[in-house]
Each structure stands twice: as structure tokens, then as C-alpha cells.
């Protein structure tokens, strides 16, 4: 079965910056070895059927704003969590798709899923690592994760 | 002035597709579904030209749509455009079997926007080149 690959998830990342977020190539992704450290804002699509997993992004606070900033043309203190919301769960939405598109025919992808985590947790039991991709965007961290459900094999 | 119907339920999506058609000398209508897209196409007159429309969404998905439109007469001089991260080979036929005209997929550039409008004959080539 093919699973994503980290590569797969940067040439992915790399083409929604370009498309959404940075098309000047000015302020690209900038993949890191270092743990972005406690994500503030958490988005994610589910993946089910042939394939089960999910595809989680998170953001510090400040990265998530800016995200909004940028894919709503806002200046960044005009951003509300209404916003940011709507500009992460559609940033997943299209990553998540495109690496649905990297799974076996017969998968589903669901609508986006945004939380605020204020505690520090993070966790999904039921599913393991495949593949994460982290970074940062003007200095701010960001990681992308792919997720399979323990049960998917 | 040409008329486009924009239909995703992020706002942040509907917002680029604004600017781009916008700037291809559209006047652009939003919905955020299927059901408020058919609801919106009640109120409107003339017809939009094309409707540009997401996939996954809540209440009324664009396959839905695209499936409601067909099937009345009245709007089949509307062109039906899908724009979504739905890449599966299997789905692109269902949406093109179901009425769509064109398919684009996420993410996109304004320039794959302007050309499958142009090859539409909605908007001259070379538009955004």
C-alpha cells in the first residue's frame, strides 16, 4: 500500500504556500529538524475508508494569524478566531486532499476539524505517526502531521 | 457585466476565487453550499454564467449540486466548474458524468482558473498569461 512520505508532504506544502499564502516566494515554508514546540491552534481532516489516518496541522498562535492574514488579505490585528478557523481548516482541507489523492482509490476525506488547545493536549490514541513534516513561516512554527488509524494496518 | 457563482464553505477559499474571477471581468455571487447556492440561483436574473464549485461541504456537497442543476432545465445554460482537492480519478468522472463542465483541483494558480474559463469560452486566452 502507498503511504505518504515526508517528501510527498513538503512538494505538497511547497505548492499551497505558493498558491495561497506566499505566491511571490517571498516567505516560503521553511522545513526544520526542530520540534516546533506546544502548538496553540490545531486543524485536521479525517481520512476513512480504504486508508484510515488524519492529516493534522498546528500552529503556534501567531503562525495561525498570519496564515489568516495572508489567505484573507486582512491586516493581522483585523484577524478573528472566526478567521483564523475558516483559513486553517481550508489550509488542511487541501493538504489533507492532496495526500488523500496519494492513498488507495476509495478513501474519504472529511471536513475540517479546528481546536484551540490552551492545555497542552495533543493526542490521538488511536492512531500512529506516518510521517510529519515541521518548520517554520516567518520565524513562526508550523508542523504537518500524517496520522493512520491503529486499526488500518 | 458576466455573472460567476462562487460555492465552497470556506470564506477564505471563496475570497480567492472572488479576486481571480473578478479580476477576469466577472461580477461574483457566493455561497457557502449547495443548498444556499440553489437557494441564491432562486433570487438571480439573468443567470450566472458559471458557477465555480467545492466538493466537500456541509448540507448540500457540489456533486449534489451539480446533480439538482442538471436536472432542471432552466439553468442548463449555466457552465458547471469544480474546483476541489477531490483528485481521485473515479470522482472527476462521477462530477463530469453528473453535468460539470470542467474540473480544477486544489491547490491552483489564478492562471489555471483564467484557462479552463477560457477554454470554456467564458473568458479570452491568454487572459492572465
Same mark, same amino acid.
Given at each position: 500500500?502507498? *503511504?505518504? *512520505?515526508?517528501?510527498?508532504?513538503?512538494?505538497?506544502?511547497?505548492?499551497?504556500?505558493?498558491?495561497?499564502?506566499?505566491?511571490?516566494?517571498?516567505?516560503?515554508? /521553511?522545513?526544520?529538524?526542530?520540534?516546533?514546540?506546544?502548538?496553540?491552534? /490545531?486543524?485536521?481532516?479525517? &481520512? *476513512?475508508?480504504?486508508?484510515?489516518?488524519?492529516? &493534522?496541522?498546528?500552529?503556534?498562535?501567531?503562525?495561525?494569524?498570519?496564515? !489568516?492574514?495572508? /489567505?484573507?488579505?486582512?491586516?493581522?490585528?483585523? #484577524?478573528?478566531?472566526?478567521?483564523?478557523?475558516?483559513?486553517?481548516?481550508?489550509?488542511?482541507? &487541501?493538504?489533507?486532499?492532496?495526500?488523500?489523492?496519494?492513498?488507495?482509490?476509495?478513501?474519504?476525506?472529511?471536513?475540517?476539524?479546528?481546536?484551540?488547545?490552551?492545555?497542552?493536549?495533543?493526542?490521538?490514541? !488511536?492512531?500512529?505517526? #506516518?510521517?510529519?513534516?515541521?518548520?517554520?513561516?516567518?520565524?513562526?512554527?508550523? !508542523?504537518?502531521? #500524517? /496520522? *493512520?488509524?491503529?486499526?488500518?494496518? | 457585466? =458576466?455573472?460567476?457563482?462562487?460555492?465552497?464553505?470556506?470564506?477564505?477559499?471563496?475570497?480567492?476565487?472572488?479576486?481571480?474571477?473578478?479580476?477576469?471581468?466577472?461580477?461574483?455571487?457566493? +455561497?457557502?453550499?449547495?443548498?444556499?447556492?440553489?437557494?441564491?440561483?432562486?433570487?438571480?436574473? =439573468?443567470? =450566472?454564467?458559471?458557477?465555480?464549485?467545492?466538493?466537500?461541504?456541509?448540507?448540500?456537497?457540489?456533486? %449534489?449540486?451539480?446533480?439538482?442543476?442538471?436536472?432542471?432545465?432552466?439553468?442548463?445554460? $449555466?457552465?458547471?466548474? $469544480?474546483?476541489?482537492? %477531490?483528485?481521485?480519478?473515479?470522482?472527476?468522472?462521477?462530477?463530469? +458524468?453528473?453535468?460539470?463542465?470542467?474540473?480544477?483541483?486544489?491547490?491552483?494558480?489564478?492562471? +489555471?482558473?483564467? %484557462?479552463?474559463?477560457?477554454?470554456?469560452?467564458?473568458?479570452?486566452?491568454?487572459? $492572465?498569461?
Amino acid at each position: 500500500m502507498t *503511504t505518504p *512520505t515526508i517528501d510527498d508532504l513538503q512538494a505538497i506544502t511547497e505548492q499551497v504556500w505558493l498558491s495561497y499564502l506566499d505566491p511571490e516566494g517571498i516567505t516560503p515554508f /521553511l522545513p526544520s529538524e526542530e520540534s516546533p514546540g506546544m502548538p496553540c491552534v /490545531l486543524a485536521t481532516v479525517s &481520512v *476513512t475508508g480504504a486508508w484510515d489516518g488524519h492529516v &493534522v496541522m498546528t500552529f503556534s498562535q501567531k503562525a495561525s494569524r498570519l496564515s !489568516a492574514s495572508a /489567505l484573507l488579505g486582512m491586516e493581522e490585528e483585523e #484577524v478573528s478566531i472566526d478567521d483564523i478557523a475558516d483559513a486553517v481548516g481550508e489550509l488542511v482541507n &487541501v493538504i489533507g486532499g492532496n495526500v488523500k489523492s496519494l492513498l488507495p482509490d476509495g478513501s474519504l476525506l472529511s471536513l475540517p476539524h479546528v481546536a484551540t488547545i490552551d492545555e497542552g493536549v495533543n493526542k490521538w490514541p !488511536a492512531a500512529v505517526e #506516518v510521517c510529519r513534516l515541521q518548520g517554520s513561516w516567518q520565524n513562526e512554527p508550523i !508542523a504537518i502531521t #500524517v /496520522l *493512520t488509524s491503529k486499526s488500518s494496518g | 457585466m =458576466p455573472t460567476a457563482l462562487v460555492i465552497d464553505d470556506s470564506r477564505a477559499m471563496r475570497l480567492i476565487l472572488r479576486r481571480i474571477v473578478t479580476q477576469l471581468g466577472f461580477e461574483v455571487h457566493e +455561497a457557502g453550499n449547495g443548498r444556499e447556492a440553489l437557494e441564491l440561483l432562486e433570487t438571480l436574473d =439573468p443567470m =450566472p454564467q458559471v458557477a465555480l464549485i467545492d466538493w466537500n461541504m456541509p448540507e448540500m456537497n457540489g456533486l %449534489e449540486f451539480v446533480t439538482a442543476v442538471r436536472s432542471q432545465e432552466r439553468f442548463r445554460r $449555466m457552465t458547471l466548474m $469544480m474546483v476541489t482537492t %477531490e483528485s481521485e480519478h473515479g470522482q472527476i468522472v462521477r462530477a463530469l +458524468a453528473a453535468g460539470a463542465h470542467e474540473y480544477v483541483i486544489k491547490p491552483f494558480t489564478p492562471e +489555471a482558473i483564467a %484557462e479552463k474559463l477560457a477554454l470554456l469560452g467564458l473568458v479570452p486566452s491568454g487572459t $492572465m498569461s
